[in-house]
């Protein structure tokens, strides 16, 4: 993926964390969780802090997860920005690890949510959503692919894009991920592509139309063995500028920026083998808000 722009986070009535950059999403300040308090008298209640026993620094690939992202933003369109939000003040601020917000949409473009609502919470989810989508591994098959991007897209900027991507996604590009040259995974190895995302900020809104950015985690690479590009783990925020169109909001431009990117755990990387089985295992979700 290339990196991006458009770095700024949320307004100024969004849950009151407008002056900080990056408010709890990994910047200057840090989501924490509060535990339930435990036996004062039992020292263990609670476990200790461990440092890092090591930094691992990844080096290769640049982070393809979201190949669709990056390509984007060769075409796209324009924005005019979309219409005030009807959540409260303290929507977002108040229980930063709670789930927040209306019902979830019931409806589906394919396999991808649909039917947003036309406000700040609206915008944020499909964001979420179309985040998921584009950095799936559908998006390395060519049917599968347009199908994404029609569903994700504003109808005036897909030609164009489809276009692009169909170019991007070359025998080279395919080699450059582990893949086959036609975009088949290789016998015996498993490929991984999944966005997750971490929380989604309003950066804009006036009209129809809005600015959203995706802080995400993700995973990419083969699992199996003898595999020469193992799944690494990345850090990335995508902003995407939405549409209102034909009552749902659409992609019509994107660009993605590296991190906000916390350090490296103590936590030994599992086998190949154990890769493979966890995304055979756990599916994705459709549904992010």
């Known amino acids: 993926m290339s990196p991006g722009d458009e770095h700024d986070y949320r307004g100024k009535d969004q849950g009151g964390r407008a002056d900080d950059p990056y408010s709890t999403l990994g910047g200057t300040r840090q989501t924490r969780t509060r535990l339930p308090d435990g036996d004062p008298g039992n020292p263990t209640a609670r476990r200790p802090v461990r440092n890092s026993r090591s930094l691992v620094t990844i080096t290769g690939i640049v982070v393809l997860l979201v190949a669709a992202i990056a ?29 927040t917000g209306t019902k979830p949409v019931e409806g589906k473009n394919g396999t991808i949510p649909s039917g947003f609502a036309r406000d700040e919470q609206g915008a944020q989810s499909a964001a979420a959503n179309y985040a998921v989508a584009l950095g799936s591994a559908e998006m390395f098959n060519s049917d599968t692919r347009r199908t994404i991007i029609e569903a994700t897209h504003d109808p005036a900027v897909v030609s164009k894009l489809q276009t692009s991507l169909d170019a991007a996604y070359s025998p080279a590009f395919y080699a450059n991920v582990g893949l086959n040259e036609d975009g088949t995974t290789p016998t015996g190895l498993t490929f991984i592509s999944r966005t997750v995302p971490v929380g989604t900020k309003v950066v804009d809104m006036d009209g129809d139309a809005a600015t959203v950015e995706v802080w995400c985690t993700g995973l990419v690479g083969l699992a199996g063995e003898g595999a020469t590009k193992p799944v690494t783990g990345t850090w990335f925020t995508i902003s995407q500028k939405l549409k209102w169109v034909a009552g749902d909001w659409k992609i019509s431009s994107s660009s993605q920026a590296e991190g906000p990117t916390p350090v490296n755990g103590d936590n030994r990387a599992s086998t190949a083998d154990d890769m493979a089985a966890a995304v055979d295992g756990y599916g994705g979700f459709t549904y992010a808000r």
């Not at 390509?71 to 690890?97: E, L």
């Open 71 to 99: 390509f984007a933003n060769r075409g796209g369109g324009s924005d005019d920005d979309a219409s005030p939000g009807a959540k409260s003040s303290g929507a977002a601020g108040s229980g930063p690890t709670a789930a």
